[in-house]
């Protein structure tokens, strides 16, 4: 069985062979060409989590699971916070071909996703990007979203200062641009064209009335029933577009929260970003419209990247 450790993922899968991989993946999850399960998830306390997410690329192709452990904490230990594996199965003989490790393939392909998404919702002449949070998806959002806009600057927030001026200054010397560490949120996102909130946080950083007309957001750091990034104004007056909208219906918890409160109805997910890729559903419809893109994360991005991996091996 081939093992693919984080070093080979993080030198073999660039966002420039990601990229079109995950575009694909949500193409076909779109037209109901893959299968999957909606995650399981058990709760270990304190924030950690374990989760099983399952699917397969196909009736007869290669199909998996990625197994995988949140423990938020481990980031101010200076690791990772998502660590688990990828198994891939062979789709003829049903035999496991193939175990690659899944927090490095879930940080590159969950920002190769939201760039994707970016390129088709945010407005063409974006240049100027919020992150809320300077964890490990911080650092990819950053990269990716550099992929596909030509950024002028970056304006950086989190909740320890020290830690979001390090990240700034690590992040600017990177991508030779200008990074901003700012002292709130509402500081960020102020002149934001595009936001990406990638955070552990439990209740709403991000609050509707500070985003712009135009803005694009990326919702990606809550990826269960629970945790909210941003309140319920901002999810009620943009266009709300799925990675996979029977997820987000059962375990998008910005959505969900919006709905209970009785803002809005099922139907407020217009529907998933696979649909825009494919030409089947308009993404932004005006440029001062507000868009997000619902990233909960889910297993065909994953399988695509590992088959990529494997074949490619």
């Keep these: ?65 990625k197994v995988i452990s949140v423990f938020p904490e481990n980031f101010e230990k200076g690791g990772s916070s998502h660590q688990g594996l990828v198994v891939l199965f062979d789709g003829e003989g049903g035999a496991p071909v193939c175990v690659i490790h899944a927090g490095e393939v879930t940080a590159i392909r969950t920002a190769a996703a939201s760039a994707v998404a970016t390129d088709v919702l945010a407005r063409p002449d974006a240049r100027r990007l919020a992150l809320l949070g300077y964890g490990e998806q911080a650092l990819t ?85 629970g945790p909210v990034e941003a309140d319920s104004d901002l999810v009620v007056r943009a266009r709300f577009i799925a990675d996979s909208r029977e997820g987000v219906l059962a375990q998008g918890a910005e959505f969900l929260r919006a709905k209970a409160a009785g803002l809005i109805g099922d139907d407020h997910v217009v529907g998933e970003i696979g649909q825009v890729l494919d030409g089947a559903l308009e993404g932004r419809q005006s440029t001062d419209q507000v868009t997000i893109y619902k990233s909960l994360g889910h297993i065909v991005q994953d399988l695509a990247a590992a088959q990529a991996l494997y074949e490619a091996a």
């Design 141 to 225: 959002h950053a990269r990716a979203i550099a992929k596909v806009r030509a950024l002028d600057a970056i304006a950086v927030w989190g909740r320890a200062p020290e830690r979001a001026q390090a990240f700034a200054e690590r992040l600017g010397a990177e991508l030779g641009l200008s990074v901003t560490a700012c002292a709130s949120a509402e500081a960020a996102v102020a002149e934001a064209d595009i936001i990406c909130t990638v955070t552990n946080s439990a209740e709403p950083v991000l609050l509707g009335r500070w985003v712009r007309p135009g803005t694009h957001v990326n919702l990606v750091g809550s990826s269960f029933a």
């Design 1 to 65: 069985m081939r093992m693919i450790d984080r070093d080979e993922v993080r030198a073999r899968l660039t966002y420039e062979v990601c990229m079109p991989l995950v575009r694909q993946a949500m193409i076909a999850l779109s037209r109901g060409e893959t299968r999957q399960l909606l995650r399981a998830i058990i709760p270990l306390g304190g924030g950690r989590l374990f989760g099983v997410m399952p699917g397969a690329l196909g009736e007869r192709a290669m199909f998996g699971a």
